[in-house]
T-cell receptor, first 115, second 116 residues
């Protein structure tokens, strides 16, 4: 079965520090990839997505992610985090088993940014 | 605001009871997805409907059921509730049946269910 692994459960950074959150997926074919963010008490919002083309994808709020096919990875990065980036971040991949359109999510990484 | 509306936002009930959660998808979206988010299991896909028809099933318990109505809103029915059913239930919608294969899913703010 497909899976998405996020290596870090909880990351604590100071403001202006650089961020990299790891994501690995298990599907071997052509793949779409997503990062969603969930701010405290809010719904999931799309941060960025990769469908094809340039493997370096830029999203909202200064976030970017790099798709490395050989490593089955789609790591999320931000050069300088802000206190307002405190949130939980989820990596996701579509369910390629059959005709399902749902997304399979990783367990999430909670980011706490200290002011 | 994602355009996906869920009610109620909070619900407290007792074990053995039945509740109904409601979701209105974004205007024009034909697919509705239900997810359960709990601390230990993370985000688990429950079920997908497309234009009124069940499209895919995930880890949905037999005590749970859902439907999508002609106006495209959806309801998730949870019955014989247990303590372990306490969780945040999210609804998401997408334009087509392909969901993440062709685009993104838009999520509602969730319904927090507490079973006492």
């Amino acid at each position: 079965a497909q899976s998405v692994s996020q290596h870090n459960h909880h990351v604590i950074l100071s403001e202006a520090a650089s961020l990299e959150l790891g994501c690995n997926y298990s599907y071997g074919g052509t793949v779409n990839l997503f990062w969603y963010v969930q701010y405290p008490g809010q719904h999931l919002q799309l941060l960025l997505k990769y469908f094809s083309g340039d493997p370096l994808v830029k999203g909202i709020k200064g976030f970017e992610a790099e798709f490395i096919k050989s490593k089955f990875s789609f790591n999320l990065r931000k050069p300088s985090v802000q206190w307002s980036d405190t949130a939980e971040y989820f990596c996701a991949v579509p369910n390629y088993g059959g005709s399902q359109g749902n997304l399979i999510f990783g367990k999430g990484t909670k980011l706490s940014v200290k002011p | 605001d994602s355009g996906v509306t869920q009610t109620p936002k909070h619900l407290i009930t007792a074990t053995g009871q039945r509740v109904t959660l409601r979701c209105s998808p974004r205007s024009g979206d034909l697919s509705v997805y239900w997810y359960q988010q709990s601390l230990d299991q993370g985000l688990q896909f429950l079920i997908q409907y497309y234009n009124g028809e069940e499209r895919a099933k995930g880890n949905i318990l037999e005590r749970f059921s859902a439907q999508q109505f002609p106006d495209l809103h959806s309801e998730l029915n949870l019955s014989s509730l247990e303590l372990g059913d306490s969780a945040l239930y999210f609804c998401a919608s997408s334009v087509g049946m392909g969901g993440g294969h062709t685009g993104e899913l838009f999520f509602g703010e969730g319904s927090r269910l507490t079973v006492l």
